[in-house]
């Protein structure tokens, strides 16, 4: 399954499948991001981040992909699990200036 | 051990008190975070404290203020509470604050749920 943060805040997957969620983030010169993952009830965790000088990271089961060009940023979870329904935000950073921002969320449902 | 704790974790008061959330880490971390989340999820940063000088005041209302005895503590004060101020508020904290790398890592605490009526 696959969403866009902004226009698609819920995503549902069977459990198994591959999610994939996506955020687009504001400013061209922010040069350091962060997935968070919120359960229910629950402050943000976090799960991978990424510098601006990469355009891929893998970690236990997700990988996150940066996209400069368009200033996109994806979460990819292999094999999901019931235990992976959150809300995922995306979090941008520019250091320089002291700045960052988290995105509106995406809401992940596992169907089991 | 919690590394980000809050007390307390539900408050519902009446419009117009006043009332302080706190919030405490164990990290040693040198900077401290107060979040707001409304209903629809979206999180959003009031104040950041780092070495006890406040570097980010979003422009939240200043019946809002808060305040760090030291490192390890940054409290959030309420004033004159408003039906609007109902939310999750958060606390996180950081190792350091621009620092090029993992540092900016934030762990939150569990949250405050805050109901005015």
């Known amino acids: 399954g696959e969403s866009v943060g902004l226009h698609l805040p819920t995503l549902s997957v069977q459990e198994g499948d591959n999610s994939i969620i996506n955020c687009a983030y504001s400013n061209s010169a922010s040069d350091y991001f962060i997935w968070y993952k919120q359960e229910s009830g629950k402050g943000p965790q976090f799960i991978i981040d990424?510098?601006?000088?990469?355009d891929k990271r893998q970690g236990q089961r997700v990988t996150v992909l940066l996209n400069k060009t368009v200033k996109h940023l994806s979460l990819q979870i292999a094999a999901t699990q019931p235990g992976d329904s959150a809300v995922y935000f995306c979090?941008?950073?520019?250091?320089?200036?002291?700045?960052?921002?988290f995105g509106t969320g995406t809401s992940l449902t596992v169907i089991p | 051990d919690t590394a980000v704790s809050q007390t307390p974790k539900y408050l519902v008061t009446q419009m117009g008190n006043d009332k302080s959330i706190k919030c405490e880490q164990n990290?040693?971390?040198?900077?401290m975070y107060w979040y707001k989340q409304d209903s629809k999820k979206f999180l959003k940063i009031m104040f950041s404290y780092n070495n006890k000088e406040l570097i980010i005041n979003e422009t939240v209302p200043n019946r809002f203020s808060p305040k760090s005895p030291d490192k390890a503590h940054l409290n959030l004060h309420i004033n004159s509470l408003e039906l609007g101020d109902s939310a999750v508020y958060f606390c996180a904290s950081s190792q350091v604050w621009s620092s090029g790398g993992p540092g900016e890592t934030q762990y939150f605490g569990p949250g405050t749920r805050l109901l005015v009526l």
């Open positions: 979090a941008e950073t520019l250091r320089a200036g002291n700045q960052f921002y």
């Open positions: 990424i510098r601006s000088n990469m």
């Open positions: 990290l040693g971390h040198d900077t």
